[in-house]
């Protein structure tokens, strides 16, 4: 009722009061007519509410399961900067994994329609694999554990990502963003199938074969991007090599583009920002990897990035440039990010930032499961050239990125010694 306003069985009731005594009859028998509506009105509601709890514990039929999807997209578009926390207590089959809260306002990106799986992470396991300098001190691994999580936060603030639709990111603690993390990014994988491929053809490769190779790679991926990484010390460096303050990597005028690649390919690595590709420019040896091939690589990606082969090439690629070294933050762990089995057969995986706003600091980051997706779909190109059989190949693959692997992380424990290695398990 509106305020000032009266239900009419007090107005009745007012009426009566004011008959005189003489009215008296009358005004019990409204009354008793008012009671017995009432509990007729609740007798209704309490069948109701039992037809709707018999309703609610039958399967959502497709119409319900629709409509509440519908409500999910408007929810997401138009009610998503409402300050209130979202309590999920039960929800139709394939829809969402476990009830529980959710904020309202957060940076998880919620699927729209279409995408909704077997795969919503809503809890962390975080495991100490190796305490590196730490020791065996209990008090320290507690909190190496508690700083991971406030870095980590909690899970259903992050998306599972479809990693073979997501690019690959480099291992690098500058990194704000939310990455799936090999060594080198995708240019590093590039790399590794390139090496690979040379070794099964038992010849150097030319660079037109290199070329081509690096097409196909682009074009033949999965993946909406392609990711190549740098910084802003190693920018500087090819910058004043080419006579310039600054320089646009991914659009170099063509009278510099030689001296910018040779500045890239400086044997002390100071053209390269991603630590790994500084590493293998900077002692291919120890990758077993031949310089001339890497060199050609380098020249071809580049060559492709400014006089790109189609139309959508250079909106392809990301060509991301950190801030410099001396001004990052070091990192305090090497996480391992592993997904359920729901997940993993789903091809997902969550993309976690190296780089947290707040005290917690930066880490390292790898995607394991991920990695070794990446590298059998890689494999299916190296069987492209050879000829030979997917298995080979795949084992050839895994088995030198292996290598790779332990030659980058006996780098690494060189620059940051004493580095826990911690296990992050989201199911």
């Not at 309703?55 to 319900?64: E, F, L």
């Not at 320290?140 to 998306?159: I, S």
Request: some cysteine.
């Amino acid at each position: 009722p509106r305020a000032g306003s009266a239900r009419p069985e007090s107005r009745r009731g007012r009426a009566a009061s004011t008959a005189g005594p003489t009215q008296h009859g009358s005004m019990r028998a409204t009354t008793l007519r008012g009671v017995a509506a009432r509990l007729a009105a609740a007798a209704a509601l309490v069948a109701l509410c039992a037809l709707q709890s018999s309703r609610a514990k039958q399967p959502p039929t497709a119409g319900q399961l629709a409509a509440w999807r519908d409500d999910l997209k408007f929810s997401i578009e138009y009610l998503s900067d409402l300050p209130a926390e979202l309590q999920v207590t039960s929800a139709p089959a394939g829809s969402i994994e476990a009830p529980g809260k959710f904020p309202s306002v957060c940076t998880c990106r919620p699927p729209l329609l279409g995408s909704l799986t077997s795969c919503g992470p809503s809890h962390l396991t975080v495991v100490v694999s190796d305490p590196g300098g730490l020791g065996e001190s209990p008090g320290a691994l507690t909190q190496l554990t508690q700083r991971v999580r406030w870095h980590l936060g909690p899970a259903w603030n992050y998306r599972a990502a479809n990693f073979s639709r997501h690019y690959m990111s480099s291992v690098d603690h500058r990194s704000p963003d939310e990455v799936i993390g090999t060594w080198g990014g995708d240019f590093g994988e590039l790399v590794l199938a390139l090496a690979v491929a040379e070794e099964r053809l038992g010849r150097d490769m030319r660079d037109l074969d290199v070329n081509r190779f690096v097409v196909a790679f682009v074009r033949q991926s999965p993946a909406e991007h392609f990711f190549f990484g740098t910084d802003a010390e190693a920018l500087a460096f090819v910058a004043a090599a080419c006579g310039r303050e600054e320089l646009d990597p991914t659009a170099v005028p063509g009278p510099l583009q030689e001296r910018a690649l040779d500045a890239m390919l400086h044997q002390s690595g100071a053209g390269m920002g991603d630590s790994h590709l500084r590493w293998l420019v900077s002692a291919p040896d120890d990758y077993g990897l031949r310089r001339g091939l890497l060199e050609a690589a380098v020249r071809s990606f580049h060559q492709l990035l400014w006089r790109p082969p189609f139309p959508w090439w250079r909106s392809r690629i990301r060509y991301f440039v950190h801030h410099r070294r001396q001004r990052a933050l070091p990192p305090f762990a090497v996480l391992e990010v592993m997904a359920s089995p729901d997940c993993t057969r789903e091809r997902r995986t969550l993309p976690v930032p190296q780089l947290a706003g707040n005290p917690a600091g930066a880490v390292l980051v790898f995607h394991p499961q991920a990695i070794e997706a990446k590298r059998r779909a890689a494999a299916g190109m190296v069987r492209q050239l050879d000829q030979g059989p997917f298995d080979a190949a795949a084992k050839a693959v895994l088995s030198k990125g292996a290598d790779w692997d332990d030659a980058s992380r006996s780098k690494l424990a060189a620059m940051f010694p004493g580095l826990p290695l911690v296990q992050v398990v989201a199911y």
